[in-house]
């Protein structure tokens, strides 16, 4: 039974910081890729940031790049997704995600998902 669980989110002033995380169980790091995804108020779900199984680098998207930070820690089967310099634009229900197929940026080709945690930056 695959299960992801994601949490740390919150209320934060623009230029704060966040982390958030994410339990996973029933995957493994080494047989699926991993990634975060973000869903605002009237927006699609969009990619922010995947971590893949072979471990190279991280890939984000370009609008947390340098700001966002994805890692992971095998023994505690958690994945994290470090939020600095936060902004207004950022505020969104956070999700983690994992795929055993191609870590396409589409959400569609994610099979798993955790249940989401919000984050709102205040200006």
């Known amino acids: 039974h695959v299960q992801l669980q994601a949490s740390g989110g919150g209320l934060v002033q623009a230029g704060g910081s966040l982390r958030l995380s994410c339990v996973v169980s029933g995957v493994t790091f080494s047989s699926h890729h991993m990634g975060w995804f973000r869903q605002a108020p009237g927006k699609e779900r969009e990619v922010v940031g995947k971590l893949r199984r072979n471990n190279s680098n991280p890939f984000y998207a370009d609008s947390v790049k340098g700001r966002f930070t994805i890692s992971r820690d095998i023994s505690k089967v958690t994945m994290y997704l470090q939020m600095n310099r936060l902004e207004p634009e950022d505020t969104a229900v956070y999700y983690c995600?994992?795929?055993?197929?191609?870590?396409?940026?589409?959400?569609?080709?994610?099979?798993?998902w955790g249940q989401g945690t919000q984050v709102t930056v205040s200006s």
């Open positions: 995600a994992a795929t055993s197929g191609l870590a396409y940026d589409s959400p569609r080709y994610w099979n798993y």
